[in-house]
């Protein structure tokens, strides 16, 4: 008889999952809230290193789910564990599998927690994910009046590396993300000045470093300091403080859009329905691994595995890495 | 003696091999958030003091860290301990009480 796997979550975590299994011959369920497949991803315009179009991931994700029965806008309100198995209560009705695969993912920090830099109260104050949406309808970023920036600062760490937010961990993908949206900021706006202001640049994966010295090239000023607070100034322009840490002296400037590069956090839910499964959560307040080196998608629950950034701060690639291994966990625990 | 306009110049350089860094030591003893400041800045981008004077409580540190720490002790009397800084650190190293013990150092430290 096949056996069936049911997969909590549509982004990337979720759909390599479910690809992979499928392939194995498993009949697979995936569980997604929202009406649209890829995460966040699918609200991303380009990516880095190579400022790809985000949805050409997707689609190609999307479009080798062979038997995959998606369940979109459907929500996992709990999983309990029945005879050998799981039965999982979404939206209305139960759903019966021999394991399940957590690919949650994450939320993005809710920037207006960092009240000091105005998100929500400014409105050319803006976050990472808000400027990819103004390059997937316009191209370019725009000035809440309409206008055309001259003046653009990146603001790293948001929501990252913060005890004042309870977030103390490294986000990992938000500098690359900085500096390939600076890069894109000088390309649709050759004039625009822009200015990245961070704390360490963390440029670890393949061809970031590149990407870090294109955006030196291309002009971007790059000042090592933390923003302590911006303020409203006329015409909606914002006026941003920090150090010049390398210059020992306090920095003010003002500036047409402030983007707030938000970190990865935990989300809420997932960890009701792991902490429900009796799978802990570590102390960033992601899913916990059993073993960081050796066993990072098993969990200490049988048949239940994790997958992507439910565990912690990812990329693509490491997402996509994680559940194919993920898959092969759960085939050995299908086949044992 | 004839004058030629000369001086010895004092080496710029920071000698750790020589470096006294026993402020640094007491320091974190005393408070273990003194050893956590990752260097963003939060704190003198913010500060009251600073804005008018050359203080800045991560300089400060950095020097006593470096084993200056007679400059730093002077540095310390400029701050007006209200404790902006201690909102904006991110790693929450209690900035004033270590302003205080930077103080406190000046009487006891040799």
Redesign the interface.
């Known amino acids: 008889m096949t056996k069936t796997v049911a997969i909590i979550g549509g982004g990337v975590a979720g759909l390599e999952t479910a690809k992979q299994l499928n392939s194995l011959g498993y009949s697979v369920k995936l569980f997604e809230k929202t009406n649209t497949l890829g995460g966040h991803v699918a609200k991303w315009d380009r990516l880095f290193p190579n400022k790809r179009h985000a949805s050409e991931v997707v689609s190609s994700l999307t479009l080798s789910q062979g038997n995959t029965q998606t369940l979109t806008e459907t929500t996992v309100h709990s999983i309990k564990r029945e005879n050998q198995g799981f039965v999982i209560s979404a939206n209305s009705s139960n759903h019966e599998a021999d394991a399940v695969v957590l690919a949650t993912g994450f939320e993005l920090f809710p920037a207006e927690k960092k009240e000091?830099y105005g998100y929500g109260l400014f409105e050319n104050v803006i976050t990472s994910a808000d400027l990819e949406q103004m390059f997937k309808k316009h191209g370019k970023p725009v000035m809440a009046s309409g206008h055309k920036p001259v003046r653009i600062a990146f603001i790293h760490?948001v929501g990252s590396?913060?005890?004042?937010v309870n977030r103390p961990y490294c986000s990992k993908v938000c500098c690359v993300t900085a500096v390939k949206q600076a890069i894109e900021v000088k390309e649709a706006l050759p004039n625009s000045e822009v200015f990245c202001f961070y704390?360490?640049l963390r440029t670890f994966g393949p061809g970031y470093e590149d990407l870090y010295k294109e955006a030196q090239s291309k002009g971007v000023t790059f000042i090592?300091?933390?923003?302590?607070?911006s303020s409203e100034i006329e015409g909606g322009r914002v006026l941003i403080?920090?150090?010049?840490?390398l210059a020992?002296t306090?920095?003010k400037m003002s500036v047409d859009i402030v983007v707030l590069m938000v970190g990865m956090s935990p989300l809420r839910s997932t960890n009701k329905l792991a902490t429900d499964l009796g799978l802990s959560i570590n102390a960033d307040g992601f899913i916990a691994a059993t073993d960081l080196h050796t066993n990072p998608t098993g969990t200490a629950t049988n048949g239940v595995f994790v997958a992507g950034a439910c565990t912690g701060p990812n990329n693509i690639t490491d997402t996509v890495n994680a559940a194919k291994a993920t898959a092969l966990d759960v085939h050995n625990y299908l086949s044992r | 003696m004839i004058d030629f306009g000369f001086t010895p110049l004092v080496a710029s350089i920071t000698d750790l091999d020589k470096a006294n860094v026993n402020l640094a030591k007491q320091l974190t003893e005393q408070d273990p958030s003194f050893a956590l400041c990752i260097s963003c800045g939060s704190c003198s981008a913010t500060c009251t003091a600073g804005q008018f004077t050359k203080f800045s409580f991560r300089v400060m540190c950095h020097q006593i860290r470096k084993g200056n720490a007679k400059e730093a002790i002077a540095e310390a009397s400029k701050c007006m301990l209200c404790g902006k800084c201690t909102l904006a650190c991110p790693r929450n190293v209690n900035t004033r009480n270590i302003i205080s013990l930077v103080r406190k150092a000046q009487t006891t430290t040799p």
């Not at chain 1, 403080?241 to 840490?245: I, L, N, R, V």
């Open positions: 000091e760490c590396r913060d005890e004042k704390m360490d090592r300091g933390r923003l302590s607070e403080k920090a150090e010049d840490t020992s306090p920095l």
